[in-house]
Structures are given as structure tokens and as C-alpha cells.
């Protein structure tokens, strides 16, 4: 498995990429940039064009660059209001239907739905594949650390990461997830604020030895 991660983080190659895979990136774009790169790296796959022409989200000069390629007419694409709820559950049981690899590409270029949905996966690579996103953001990692079903390797490399560190609620997150290490959560004690100690003190979720630290802390901050 560590193997196929390395190739898969090489970058996720829309020219071979399979139909299933494209069609729910297509449905998450964040970049409008990536419909024309999708677009002319399957000048020779016309399933693909035909996806791309009529997604509704497709930009115009896309649509046109697809339709001089397959010489035929820009065809009519109306735009209607999407249930945000239905639309999460279809991308939902898409993702679902994927292999291991697929859905490691997914997590790698995948937009913040897609995000979201892999955040959850039981994979651990793909888990793992999430976190290393490039458009991943801080609410999202403040989103995953509050997450029981998060793992606990997933928590090591994000309490690793300085940049994601410096937010407070990130680390607030770290110290009161019960699958944080409690070696790695008591190192993080110290930041929180003295409001946040006296929760974290009577929180029995988290492990007595955070606890322990949150009162200490708090006996050292008592004003004499």
C-alpha cells in the first residue's frame, strides 16, 4: 500500500485518469482553471468532452474549446438550483463505489466536499492523502481534529505540522480529542487559555494525565 501511495502522490494524470474519478472531481471544482486542463488533456477521450459539455458548471470558453474539437453545437446547459443535502449524498455514494487508489486521488485533488467526505474514510491512506491536499484549509483541520473518528495517526502528523499549529482552535481541538496521544496533547496544555483549562480539567473524555496538567496549570495562573 505504501508503494501505490508514493506513485498515486506523484499527481493525479487527468489523461488516464478513469471516467468515475473525473466525473466527481467535475462535480467539485474549486479552480474553474481545472475544467480546461481536464479538458485538453482528453482531447482523445470523447466520453470525457461529452461529460465536460454538459456539466452545468463548465465554463463557456471550456464548452467552446470542447465543441470545436468534437465539431458539434454548443449544446444548451440550464442552470438549476442544487440541494446541497442531495447533492453531498450522490457525491457520497460515488466516492463509496471506489477502489483504495481511486479514492486516494480524490483526497489529493479532491474539492472541499470531497474533502470532507474522505476526511471520514476508514482507509488510513486516504485519510492521510487528505491532510496533504494542497487546498486544504485551517477549518477544515480544525473540523478533523474535533472528530472522535479521526485517527490517531492522522492527529500525530497534524500536531507535526507548525503552520496548522498556530491556530488556537487547532490546538484547543488537539488537546480535548480523546485519540490525541496523550503524550503529544500534554505538550499542548500550556497554550490554551485559563477559561479553556477549567473545561478541559472537568473534561472526563480526555485522560487523566491532561487533567492533571490542565490543574496545575491553573494553580500556577491562581492569582496570588
Known amino acids: ?22 466525473e466527481i472531481l467535475i462535480d467539485d ?20 468532452l461529452t461529460m465536460l459539455l454538459h456539466h452545468v458548471d463548465t465554463p463557456v470558453e471550456v464548452r467552446s474549446f470542447i465543441t470545436g ?16 443535502e442531495v447533492r453531498r449524498e450522490s457525491l457520497t455514494t460515488k466516492i ?16 472541499r466536499e470531497i474533502r470532507g467526505i474522505l476526511s471520514r474514510d476508514s482507509n488510513k491512506e486516504v485519510m492521510f ?4 491536499n494542497a487546498k486544504i484549509t485551517n477549518p477544515e483541520i480544525e473540523l478533523i481534529v474535533k472528530s472522535r473518528s479521526t485517527l490517531e495517526e492522522a492527529l500525530r502528523r497534524i ?20 485519540k490525541t496521544p496523550p503524550g503529544i496533547a500534554v505538550t499542548h496544555v500550556s497554550y490554551l487559555k485559563t477559561k479553556d483549562l477549567f473545561i478541559v480539567e472537568k ?11 490542565a490543574r496545575k496549570l491553573l494553580h500556577v495562573r491562581k492569582p496570588k
Open 96 to 111: 463509496q463505489r471506489l477502489n483504495v487508489s481511486a479514492r486516494i486521488q480524490l483526497a489529493l485533488k479532491g474539492g
Open 159 to 178: 500536531s507535526r505540522n507548525r503552520e496548522w499549529m498556530r491556530s488556537y482552535t487547532i490546538v484547543q481541538g488537539l488537546v480535548t480529542n480523546p
Open 29 to 48: 471544482i474549486e479552480d474553474p482553471a481545472t475544467f480546461d486542463q481536464i479538458a485538453r488533456a482528453n482531447v482523445h477521450r470523447p466520453e470525457i
Open 129 to 132: 492523502s487528505v491532510l496533504e
Open 203 to 213: 473534561n472526563k473524555n480526555v485522560s487523566e494525565t491532561i487533567r492533571l496538567a
Open 69 to 84: 474539437i468534437m465539431q458539434v453545437p454548443v449544446p444548451i446547459v440550464a442552470k438549476t438550483p442544487r440541494n446541497y
Open 1 to 22: 500500500m505504501e508503494e501505490e501511495h508514493q506513485q498515486v502522490l506523484i499527481g493525479l494524470d487527468f489523461a488516464i485518469a478513469s471516467p468515475e474519478v473525473l
